[in-house]
């Protein structure tokens, strides 16, 4: 009796694709409602996610430069895990200044960098990082539409976001605002203004210390 090819589905769930790529399941949920995963729904409101676009994730990852995580590590958080920024910003050069400047802050955070908004899903997705400093204005995946896929990752409440943009306050209104209680800086970077905001998260200040 001849046996039957395997044949290899085109798809596959969400715990499989988190599975493949090394990730939580909310992250791949995370990443497929961003559309850095294709994926659809079943008529029975079950995930499905192309396996494509999972080899082409993989494919990017193993891409990258060698002092970032590949998306196929398993995230691992020590107990003393120090204070951790993540930076998505488009322009390189801005990118090394911030991490110039936030290594010689005084909590030394570990500092992750992301090019676009794609790459800051995946790096929110690896790991849940204290602080996120974002630009909106980026290629493909621009920081609006990464806004928008935070506030619906209830993994993602304890990041705080700080938004540092070139653009106008007329524009950004135009293209849908920012959510209230995120704090916009307009560029040139304020360092200060978001080594004081780092300070606060890093050390928060006890309500019932009224040491001077």
């Not at 978001?194 to 210390?209: C, F, K, S, V």
Request: proline share 8%.
């Amino acid at each position: 009796m001849t046996a039957r090819p395997t044949v290899m589905k085109t798809f596959c769930t969400s715990s499989e694709a988190a599975q493949m790529l090394g990730v939580a399941l909310r992250t791949v949920q995370l990443w497929s409602e961003s559309g850095l995963l294709e994926g659809w729904k079943t008529r029975g409101g079950h995930r499905r996610i192309s396996r494509d676009s999972v080899q082409r994730l993989l494919a990017g990852q193993s891409r990258r430069s060698t002092d970032q995580p590949s998306v196929a590590e398993k995230k691992t958080v020590p107990a003393n895990k120090p204070f951790s920024i993540l930076v998505a910003e488009d322009d390189a050069s801005l990118l090394r200044l911030y991490q110039i400047n936030l290594e010689q802050w005084p909590m030394q955070p570990t500092v992750t960098t992301a090019s676009d908004g794609y790459e800051a899903l995946i790096r929110l997705g690896q790991t849940t990082p204290d602080m996120l400093i974002l630009d909106l204005h980026m290629p493909g995946l621009d920081g609006f539409r990464v806004l928008q896929t935070i506030r619906n990752a209830p993994d993602l409440t304890h990041t705080a976001v700080a938004v540092v943009s070139g653009l106008g306050k007329d524009e950004i209104a135009r293209r849908g605002d920012i959510p209230p209680g995120i704090p916009l800086f307009p560029k040139p970077i304020p360092f200060d203004a978001l080594r004081e905001m780092a300070l606060q998260l890093a050390h928060p200040t006890n309500p019932g210390d009224t040491t001077p």
